[in-house]
């Protein structure tokens, strides 16, 4: 009898421990699912602004047609310009940025940037009540870099004013998703690969670095060498301090403005010297309620 209690006792343990490792493997699979969780999307274009993929927060799909990127005006508005517009009345694109102003008439493949006629290698495309914008031609405009990366669907977008960090792989190296070696590869460097490097993203030995095929991830910061700061942040400096005394120059096509050296004394700007006058005609008219008067332009 007392054997049989030992056999049972035995079994008894053994199925506790294996009970118990089965919960540690539960506790660490919890642990670790997420790093293998695939966070890209792979059914549509990807977009990568500035070292993130905005992907999820696009509101259309971005597409390439003939080479060129198109970006619905909706995520325009939403990531480069808020203040984009369709006027109507002259059936085109209002864009820009602080420096420059671009129109483009729907169909047409040219625009006007700062009142200058430019040719562009594609126009403003209307589909599904939606208007899609040539981006990658307007890179002047929003002062960036566009790139396709062909075969990864992958289209980067970095903006010219901003901090932008170059390195090189020093051996072959996994890229991956998450700040540990148990993560999901994202991508895989040979030693001498290019690598960009996302500005302050050093931590625990570990660093976030966009790779040539656009993929996002962090490598070990020992495997990457020649770290290169291509360009810092551009910071927009005020250009003028205090109060703003401003006077309109005027000239006509008779008389034109008085050439002058050097600033003009208590003034620190010079309005545009072009205007445009509205003839302004009324008419009277009779109601009920008596006279009233409608301004016509």
Do not use: H
């Not at 642990?31 to 999820?56: F, H, P």
């Not at 047409?108 to 200058?116: D, E, F, L, R, S």
């Not at 209307?126 to 914008?133: A, G, L, M, R, V």
């Amino acid at each position: 009898m007392s054997r049989m209690k030992e056999k049972q006792s035995n079994k008894t343990f053994r199925k506790l421990i294996i009970i118990a490792i089965f919960l540690v493997c539960i506790l660490i699979v919890l642990k670790y699912a997420n790093n293998y969780i695939r966070k890209d999307i792979t059914n549509q274009i990807n977009l990568v602004v500035n070292n993130s993929n905005v992907t999820k927060s696009l509101k259309k799909p971005i597409f390439i047609e003939n080479g060129v990127v198109y970006v619905s005006k909706e995520d325009i508005s939403n990531f480069f310009d808020p203040y984009i517009y369709y006027e109507e009345k002259y059936n085109q694109i209002i864009t820009g940025s602080e420096t420059k102003i671009a129109a483009i008439v729907i169909g047409q493949k040219q625009m006007t940037n700062n009142g200058a006629v430019v040719s562009i290698p594609a126009t403003v495309l209307e589909k599904d009540n939606t208007y899609y914008i040539p981006f990658s031609a307007l890179d002047n405009i929003y002062n960036v870099k566009t790139t396709y990366i062909e075969g990864k669907d992958i289209v980067t977008v970095d903006s010219l004013d901003r901090k932008f960090i170059v390195a090189d792989s020093n051996k072959d190296s996994k890229i991956k998703q998450e700040r540990t070696d148990i993560s999901r590869t994202v991508d895989k460097v040979k030693r001498g690969d290019n690598l960009i490097v996302v500005p302050d993203s050093s931590k625990d030995g570990w660093v976030r670095v966009r790779t040539e095929n656009g993929k996002l991830g962090y490598v070990r910061e020992k495997n990457i060498t020649n770290q290169t700061t291509v360009r810092e942040n551009m910071e927009p400096k005020e250009k003028i301090n205090g109060n703003i005394s401003m006077i309109w120059d005027y000239f006509t096509q008779w008389g034109s403005a008085p050439s002058r050296t050097g600033p003009l004394k208590g003034v620190n700007v010079v309005s545009p010297t072009f205007f445009t006058l509205k003839r302004l005609r009324k008419r009277r008219s009779k109601c009920e309620c008596g006279t009233k008067w409608q301004e016509l332009y």
